[in-house]
């Protein structure tokens, strides 16, 4: 099962500096018109095991997001990811529209 992380504990892993990865799983479109701050985007259609060893470190914490909290694009990614190897990987549920409705950091 796929564990996930809050908007707040998202943003105070960002604030400290932590280091991790955040994946945008948005079409592309919409990851060109805004995304949270340092995200990169990889659409699940193009989500291999070479491509994300490409990417990521399998030690590296990744988190996903997709669209909102109905979207399931974050945890079928996260669940490729785990499946992948890649064993500390969270879901932001809350995703995008909840980051941008608080206000957050976002850029294009």
């Given at each position: 099962?796929?564990?996930?992380?809050?908007?707040?504990?998202?943003?105070?892993?960002?604030?400290?500096?932590?280091?991790?990865?955040?994946?945008?799983?948005?079409?592309?479109?919409?990851?060109?018109?805004?995304?949270?701050?340092?995200?990169?985007?990889?659409?699940?259609?193009?989500?291999?095991?070479?491509?994300?060893?490409?990417?990521?470190?399998?030690?590296?914490?990744?988190?996903?997001?997709?669209?909102d909290k109905d979207c399931p694009a974050k945890r079928i990614a996260a669940q490729r990811l785990f499946e992948y190897g890649?064993?500390?990987?969270?879901?932001?549920?809350?995703?995008?529209?909840?980051?941008?409705?608080?206000?957050?950091?976002?850029?294009r």
């Amino acid at each position: 099962m796929i564990q996930t992380i809050t908007k707040e504990e998202l943003k105070a892993k960002i604030d400290r500096g932590d280091k991790f990865r955040l994946v945008d799983v948005r079409d592309t479109p919409d990851y060109n018109e805004g995304h949270i701050v340092g995200a990169v985007h990889l659409l699940i259609a193009e989500m291999s095991r070479q491509k994300t060893e490409a990417l990521f470190d399998k030690g590296e914490l990744i988190v996903t997001y997709s669209l909102d909290k109905d979207c399931p694009a974050k945890r079928i990614a996260a669940q490729r990811l785990f499946e992948y190897g890649f064993s500390h990987v969270l879901a932001y549920e809350g995703s995008w529209k909840e980051w941008r409705a608080a206000g957050y950091p976002t850029e294009r």
